[in-house]
C-alpha cells in the first residue's frame, strides 16, 4: 500500500505556522508528501478552499491519501496502526478520525469526527467540494459522513492558532470573512471584512468553544514533532493563555459533562 498525505500551505513563515515540524510527521508517516496552495492569491472566494484540496488529491499518487491542515499532527505511537487500519478497509471510501482541538498546550476537547483519509485506488472519484465549507470529500455529490464510515481510534492532533499573535490572527480571519462574502454575499457568522471585526468575532466563538476544552494533557503527551514548539510559546501568541481566558474563564458542572461526553461517549469507534 503506498500512503500519501497533501497539504495546504501559504506563507507559513509569516502566519506563524508549524510547518517544518508538520512535515517532519508526516514524511515520518507518508510514502509521498504534496504541497499545494503556495500560490495562494491574498484574496480568493470561498470556494477556492475545496479546489485547493482537491488538488492535493488529484496530484497524490498514493492508494490513500490523507489530507491534513497545516496544523493537524498524528501521534508517533499511532503510525503503525494508521497504516495498519487503512489496509484493512479498502472497500470504504474513507475512514476517519476524531479530532482533538488544542488552544492551549495543557487542554483539549473532541471538536469533531473528520474523514480525512481518502481511498483513491477504489475511489478515485472522489472530490472535496461538499459541506457548508465546500471542501468536506463527496462521492457524486453526496457527501462521505463520518458515520457512514470506519472510524479510527487514532486522533488527529490540531493546533488552531496556537503559535499566532492577535495581528496574524486578525488579519486571517478577515481574509477568509472577505472570501466567505464573495461566495455568498454575507459574513455569516464571521464578523465583517476589517481585522477587527472578524476578530471579535473569533475570539467570542473561542470563548464558547474552550469551556468545552476541559481533557487534560502535558506537554510530553503531544506528538513528538511539536513538543519544543509548544515549550516555547511566547506571551504574544494565543497558545500561552488564549489571549487571557486561561485566567479568566470559569468553567461549570455543564461544561464538564459535555466535554467528558463527547471524549469518552459520544465516539462509536469502528476499527
Known amino acids: 500500500m503506498k500512503l500519501s498525505i497533501f497539504t495546504s500551505m501559504t506563507n507559513p513563515e ?8 508538520a512535515l517532519s510527521c508526516y514524511e515520518d508517516i507518508a510514502d509521498e508528501v504534496i504541497v499545494v496552495g503556495e500560490k495562494w492569491p491574498e484574496e480568493f472566494k470561498f470556494d477556492l478552499i475545496g479546489q485547493t484540496y482537491q488538488e492535493g488529491f488529484k496530484k497524490s499518487s498514493g492508494d490513500w491519501v490523507i489530507r491534513m491542515d497545516l496544523d493537524y499532527f498524528f501521534h508517533e505511537k499511532d503510525i ?34 473528520i474523514c480525512t483519509a481518502l481511498n483513491k485506488k477504489y475511489f478515485p472519484e472522489i472530490n472535496q467540494n461538499g ?8 462521492i457524486n455529490g453526496k457527501r462521505i459522513l463520518p458515520q457512514s464510515v470506519p472510524i479510527a481510534k487514532i486522533p488527529v492532533w490540531q493546533y488552531d492558532s496556537l503559535f499566532r499573535t492577535k495581528d496574524i490572527i486578525a488579519e486571517d480571519r478577515a481574509r477568509f470573512a472577505r472570501a466567505w462574502f464573495r461566495q455568498f ?9 476589517s481585522p477587527e471585526e472578524a476578530f471579535e468575532a473569533w475570539f467570542e466563538m473561542i470563548k464558547i468553544k474552550y469551556r468545552r476544552h476541559v481533557i487534560k494533557s502535558s506537554i510530553r503527551s503531544h506528538p513528538k514533532y511539536i513538543q519544543d514548539r509548544l515549550v516555547g510559546i ?4 494565543f497558545g500561552y493563555d488564549a489571549f487571557g481566558l486561561k485566567q479568566s474563564i470559569n468553567r461549570n458542572v455543564y461544561d464538564y459533562a459535555k466535554g467528558y461526553k463527547e471524549k469518552f461517549f459520544d465516539l462509536n469507534f469502528k476499527v
Request: proline share 6%.
Open 14 to 21: 509569516k502566519r506563524n505556522d508549524a510547518w517544518q515540524e
Open 131 to 138: 459541506g457548508g465549507d465546500m471542501c468536506l470529500p463527496t
Open 80 to 113: 503503525v496502526n494508521i497504516r495498519k487500519i487503512l489496509q484493512n478497509n479498502t472497500d470504504s471510501p474513507a475512514v476517519a478520525f476524531p479530532q482533538y482541538q488544542f488552544f492551549t498546550p495543557d487542554r483539549y476537547h473532541v471538536k469533531t469526527i
Open 185 to 193: 454575499n454575507n459574513y455569516g457568522d464571521r464578523g465583517g471584512k
Open 234 to 237: 511566547s506571551q504574544n501568541q
